[in-house]
């Protein structure tokens, strides 16, 4: 290959990525089908935003292969089937308890989680809320104290792989652990809070110290203005 050809050859090249961008851009805005990167949330901060709480390797591993990982393998299972067209947490409710759909419902659960965990995090977050969200909280557990101490304790006596979750069920706020890939939208609860407690979410930093880690979450990252919005859209 000459010179001329050689730049020739980069030329489409560079031309043919721009229109398979394109093409991804454009599908998106039609909204004829659901892109599949739209079922894999961003990242809202650098990878390196939460340290020391959350180290830049541990979002690394979690939110790059764990993550990324059952984004990919629900778009190879919902390939080609009904679900495919569909939004995820639709996903989520029509595969639960469908045997034949368990790993359909495993990943797409877990991807709604995931997407959900990492907005639950902020830089310089954590400690006590403001507004709304106090009074509800205030209202349900007595006091904000009395809240986080069950909620961390609910974390920490997660037995396995898990989730723990702060939710609006029906007036009242809760806490309440799912294991595995389980999510409070399959049991009619809307998610205000989560925090990851599979080993995965901590182990680089933290090892076996998961209180440790909760402890970070509780005092330095919990987003709560995201929390007061998911209680505002709740109703
Ligand atoms: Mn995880």
Known sequence: MDRRDFFKTSFYLSAFAMVQLAGIGCSRQSGTTEPPSSLL??????QDSLEPYISSRTIEFHYGKHH???AANTLKLIAGTNLAKLPLKEIIQKSHEIKELVSTYNNAAQLFNHNFYWQCMKPNGGGKPQGKILQAIEQSFGSFDAFA???SESAAS???????WLVKDGNQL?????????TPIIMGM???LTLDVWEHA???DYQNRRADYIRGFMEHLVNWEFAGKNLELAG
């Open 41 to 46: 949330s961003p990242l809202p901060y650098n």
């Open 68 to 70: 990324q990982g059952y």
């Open 149 to 151: 101490k069950t909620f």
């Open 158 to 164: 997660q037995f396995g792989s898990g989730w723990t």
């Open 174 to 182: 809760k806490v309440i652990n799912t294991s595995n890939a389980d």
């Open 190 to 192: 809307v998610p205000l």
């Open 202 to 204: 901590y182990y680089l």
